[in-house]
């Protein structure tokens, strides 16, 4: 069984930084890819920033050039670096992992706010 944990949600001003982090455990077989995804209330949960396991990363539009992906393997853990955060960033930001297996995992979220 995998687990993911989320951290380091808060509540941040605009144009304020944070960084998250998901730590893996468990039996895991080779991964596939890792990302944050988000999801507001009403609306479809969606991919902010995926990693691949050639650490190549993707980011949705609206993050472009302010969230950064990284991975440190010997911790199990990836990040997302978030920076000149606005107030429509907040969201419960969730971690995923996708297993060459096909299996996938999600952690239980955290809650990013973004307001003065």
């Known amino acids: 069984q995998v687990q993911l944990v989320e951290s380091g949600g808060g509540l941040v001003q605009p144009g304020g930084s944070l960084r998250l982090s998901c730590v893996a455990s468990?039996?895991?077989?080779?991964?596939?890819?890792t990302g944050w995804y988000r999801q507001t209330p009403g609306k479809q949960r969606e991919l902010v920033a995926g990693?691949?396991?050639?650490?190549?990363?993707n980011y949705a539009d609206s993050v472009k050039g302010r969230f950064t992906i990284y991975r440190d393997n010997a911790k199990n853990t990836v990040y997302l670096q978030m920076n000149s955060l606005k107030p429509e960033d907040t969201a419960v930001y969730y971690c995923?992992?996708?297993?060459?297996?096909?299996?996938?995992?999600w952690g239980q979220g955290t809650q990013v706010t973004v307001s003065s």
């Open positions: 995923h992992l996708l297993t060459s297996s096909a299996f996938d995992y």
């Open positions: 468990g039996s895991i077989d080779s991964v596939f890819t």
């Open positions: 990693l691949t396991s050639a650490s190549r990363p």
